[in-house]
């Protein structure tokens, strides 16, 4: 009838956790949310959708169609770029210029989208969601740190939203460049100004992401609810990306470094705020 | 109460506990003790303040005013500490249903920081007490409310905690199973003396576990202590049933009433329901109706059990209050 008591792992007393058993708590979260959204059909197919839409159909179907219209003129459209801005694609030879301006520019603000969509579909799953799995008091009732918990649920966003853009990213590189290969015989992407975008931007848009719905989650009862809640916020976030991003690439460097610290800080200050409203206190309260 | 045990006796102490939402109070200064290796019904219709009675004593929601030690720590201060050295079973169960039933006990037991060997091996011999080792890798989200409750059962006890917060732990299962997991809860008490706090809405089953009894009404604690306690509190007499075969006619019942020390009778299908002044009044009634020539087949002495007693404190607050004796025999 009665079952022997399991021996319980070193450190198991009154003694502080040490820091490793912390972040084995922290990693055991992060796996087991990734577990189950791997499993989550509803999470996982607009996660991939997306990006192979944004990312490799589209430059695909635009570039085949850019570089077998070579001929066409875009020096009506970049006349009307800022003196200097529009430098870097009229310097090119003239079949170049269209295939340039548009997998190396106007399709680059779509790009934002993917690791600001996926960190916040992944970050609504991971607060909101386990209020709505009513998974959530179960959770608070383990010996983990508030602290602990609010970390391991960023990084289940945060990590994947960076590897899907930066997955993504490179399948971008390899399409464009091949379909632009005929036109230009030589690599044209990634620029210095599109290696700003996906190390230091795409990170910070994705940490912007994870800051709004960490805000939104905490009034939303569901993952579905939040997205709602959070599109209301990051809706227009998209179109300020889409309709500053190809300038940004047409900006200078440090310029470019500027905006994406100013992202960071946005994002910090959001995910700050969340953090100390993250408590299993108010959490419990509003289960 | 008379019993004062010394302070390492205790598994839980509370001393005007209050917590107010801002939809009002929930909990409203809550003093009590638990002794270690005791069970201890917390029982109130819903919304009376016991998950919010859990919730602060496992450090999950603060105290407004008051304090409680669990396990001899105190909950706000050290609640990763206690929450260690409990475990817990939320009534909704609380299990990720794209998980496996073992994916949420290893889950669990990494969060506590069980070693990985110990902690496949103890969710197995769990999971198998409990009857769902054959549903062990299949996700949740096909299991029923029985199946679910038995796998996060087994989660709250992967780490054999000292003190054990159960949440309804038998909804949903089916009579077997229910007399399983009673009987283990019962062992977990008496034979490895972990202090069990349990929240049910059968009163039987908590009749049969509980050494002791407290009753919530809007987060104050209406009642505490043992059911005869209690009922000793409630009612003066012994309640006892007569078999006489058949329903005592009025000449029976009045040569039982002329019995000093008996306070009511009331007929019954096959004999009468007695209120007497305590049980040696039995015999004497058993006496009189031999000596008058009545077939008397049993003389049961009655005790009030938890469910009589949590009824009458139900009816009492409804109700004005009744004449003396009243209800007893119920």
């Known amino acids: 009838m009665s079952i022997a008591a399991p021996e319980l792992a070193p450190g198991l007393g009154t003694a502080p956790r040490r820091r490793r058993e912390r972040f084995d708590a922290i990693r055991a979260v992060v796996a087991k949310d990734l577990t189950a959204v791997r499993r989550s059909k509803a999470v996982v197919l607009p996660m991939l959708l997306v990006p192979v839409l944004l990312l490799i159909v589209l430059p695909l179907v635009i570039g085949l169609m850019a570089s077998n219209s070579p001929a066409v003129s875009v020096e009506d459209f970049l006349g009307r770029l800022p003196a200097g801005v529009a430098d870097p694609i009229t310097s090119l030879p003239r079949e170049e210029q269209m295939v340039v301006l548009i997998n190396g520019y106007l399709l680059a603000p779509l790009f934002l989208i993917v690791p600001l969509m996926i960190s916040a579909v992944l970050a609504a799953d991971a607060f909101a969601g386990e209020k709505e799995r009513k998974t959530l008091e179960s959770l608070l009732h383990l010996p983990m740190p508030d602290r602990d918990l609010f970390l391991a649920k960023l990084i289940t966003a945060f990590l994947p939203a960076l590897a899907v853009s930066w997955i993504g990213f490179l399948c971008f590189a390899t399409v464009a460049n091949t379909v632009a290969w005929p036109v230009m015989h030589r690599l044209f992407l990634p620029t210095k100004l599109w290696m700003v975008m996906i190390l230091w931007v795409a990170p910070a848009v994705a940490a912007l992401g994870l800051g709004v719905m960490v805000r939104v989650s905490a009034r939303a009862r569901t993952a579905q609810e939040a997205n709602q809640l959070g599109g209301a916020v990051i809706l227009p976030l998209i179109f300020l990306a889409m309709g500053q991003a190809t300038g940004l690439l047409l900006v200078d460097l440090p310029v470019a470094f500027a905006i994406g610290a100013g992202l960071w800080a946005l994002a910090l200050w959001l995910i700050a705020r969340g953090a100390r409203r993250f408590t299993r206190d108010s959490l419990a309260a509003k289960v | ?330």
């Open chain 2, 1 to 330: 109460m008379a019993w004062q045990p010394s302070a390492g006796e205790l598994a839980i102490e509370t001393r005007g506990l209050t917590r107010t939402f801002p939809s009002g109070r929930a909990v409203d200064d809550l003093t009590f003790d638990v002794r270690r290796g005791e069970v201890l019904a917390l029982l109130g219709p819903n919304g009376a303040g016991k998950t919010t009675t859990i919730r602060m004593l496992n450090g999950v929601l603060a105290p407004d005013a008051g304090t409680a030690r669990v396990a001899g720590l105190d909950p706000v201060a050290a609640g990763d500490e206690v929450r260690r050295r409990t475990g817990v079973l939320t009534e909704n169960a609380g299990l990720d249903e794209r998980l496996t039933a073992r994916e949420n006990l290893a889950f669990a037991a990494r969060i506590r920081g069980l070693p990985t060997g110990v902690a496949a091996e103890r969710a197995g011999v769990l999971l198998e007490r409990f009857g769902m080792a054959a549903d062990a890798d299949r996700q949740v989200t096909g299991f029923s409310t029985g199946q679910r409750k038995r796998v996060a059962l087994a989660r709250a006890l992967l780490h054999d905690p000292e003190v054990l917060f159960l949440d309804e732990p038998t909804s949903g299962l089916d009579p077997a199973a229910t007399r399983d997991v009673v009987a283990h809860i019962g062992a977990l008490a008496s034979e490895h003396g972990r202090t069990v706090i349990l929240c049910t809405h059968f009163l039987g089953e908590a009749g049969k576990l509980a050494d002791r009894m407290a009753v919530l009404h809007h987060g104050r604690l209406e009642a505490f202590g043992t059911p005869e306690d209690l009922a000793a509190d409630l009612w003066s007499g012994l309640a006892a049933d007569l078999d006489l075969g058949t329903t005592a006619g009025p000449d029976v019942r009045a040569r039982i009433e002329r019995v000093a020390g008996v306070h009511e009778v009331h007929p019954t299908v096959d004999g009468a329901a007695l209120l007497v002044r305590d049980r040696e009044v039995l015999p004497e009634v058993v006496a009189a109706l031999v000596q008058a020539g009545v077939r008397v087949y049993a003389s049961t002495p009655r005790p009030p059990t938890l469910e009589d007693v949590y009824f009458e404190l139900e009816a009492r607050r409804a109700a004005p209050p009744p004449a003396p004796h009243e209800g007893a025999a119920a």
